[in-house]
Each structure stands twice: as C-alpha cells, then as structure tokens.
C-alpha cells in the first residue's frame, strides 16, 4: 500500500513539473506579447499625437485662408462702393 502511494505521489509530482513548465512557457510567450502590443500602443500613441499636431496646424492655416478671403471681400467691395 505504501509502494502505491508513493508511486502516485511520484506521478502526481511529475504531473506538476509537467504542468508548471507548460505554464511558464505560456507565461514567457505572453510576456512576449505583451512587450510587443506596449511597443505597438507608444507607436500609436505617438501617432495620434502626430495627427493631432497636423490637424491643429491645418485647421490654423484654413482659419487664416477664411480670414484672408473674408478680408479680401472687404477689401474688393469696399473701392466699388466708392
């Protein structure tokens, strides 16, 4: 009887071994992941930034083209008043 618990112990002992280096094999390869998809989160990041940056910059420029032709109109009707 002692012979068979310690045969199953045995089993039981590998079983874990077995199970715990699948588990962290698993656990390097989600690590992996993970580095991967923060590298690829900061690249969005920054270019969500970057897309921001141009759109502030774009969205400038069109104001000013919306005054300079709102002023120019001013300016064109003006001499044709006088």
């Known amino acids: ?4 618990s310690l045969s199953q112990l045995e089993q039981l002992v590998s079983d874990l ?3 715990n ?3 962290q094999s698993a656990n390097a390869q989600l690590s992996s992941e ?5 590298d690829e989160n900061e690249t969005l990041q920054l ?3 970057e897309q921001e940056e141009l759109h ?18 001013t300016v064109k009707a003006s001499p044709a008043n006088v």
Not at 1 to 4: D, H, K, Y
Not at 34 to 38: E, G, S, T
């Open 1 to 4: 009887m002692l012979e068979n």
């Open 17 to 19: 071994v077995q199970a």
């Open 21 to 23: 280096k699948a588990l």
């Open 34 to 38: 993970l580095a991967q998809i923060r």
């Open 47 to 49: 270019s969500a930034i």
């Open 56 to 73: 502030s910059a774009t969205t400038t420029r069109i104001q000013a083209l919306v005054e300079l032709a709102t002023g120019n109109r």
